[in-house]
């Protein structure tokens, strides 16, 4: 059953009424009256609705029930990413949010392109391509995507976290030997160039803990799926 996300605004007791931008995945879709469709209010709540009405720019659903999404992680994992080339930004943002991430930090490192650094228009494809990976994998909630900000920046918001991770090839410390079983876990993943030693010094000053992701050495984009699919799989396999 297809999943779409709504502001709880669209919401009316056992009425809801799809329109705007959120309508075009409808005809998108080819609903008709009497599919039914799973709509999201971004809040864990999820609504069984079925088509009463398609009207030229709207649709009207009749909500049959409502349940709390079971699809999210108990596990809160945000992912502090080293901006990278936009394609491949792109699909990291894509599967981390399949996997489960609640939230993707861009960060900028001292080995980063500087070209890659995201406009408010990227940032805004970016946050699209977010729910729209929710809604495909049945999140019950769209993972939040942050303005990039620099190294520093993002270690002083992972202090929040009740742990975190770098990954640092140079590491003799595998991240199957770490406590994986915590509430709130950060990651750190570097660009193609890897974190600079500055940035692993500064990291370890301030309790994060270098790891080493095995033997290979991985594209950033790899790396930061193996982890992740490392964090959820202690609670969801």
Known sequence: ???????????????????????????????????????????????????KEILKNSAILFVNEIRKSQNESPKKIVLFQA???????????????????????????????????????????????SKSAAEQSGRGIIPEILEAIDFKNAVTISKNLQTNFIAHEKSNFSIKNCQLNKDSIGIFIGPEGGFSESEINFALNNNITPVSLGKRILRTETAALFVLSLLVSENEL
Do not use: A
Request: hydrophobic share 35%; charged share 30%; with cysteine.
């Open 1 to 51: 059953m297809h999943k779409l996300f709504l502001d709880d605004k669209f919401i009316s007791g056992n009425k809801i009424e799809i329109c705007d931008e959120t309508f075009r995945h409808v005809k998108v879709l080819r609903l008709n009256i009497g599919d039914e469709i799973i709509i999201g209010d971004k809040n864990l709540n999820d609504y069984y609705c079925t088509v």
């Open 83 to 129: 901006l990278t080339k936009s394609d491949k930004f792109e699909f990291v943002i894509q599967k981390s949010v399949e996997l489960g991430v609640n939230k993707i930090i861009p960060i900028v490192c001292d080995y980063c392109d500087k070209k890659n650094s995201p406009t408010i228009n990227k940032l805004m494809r970016w946050r699209k391509i």
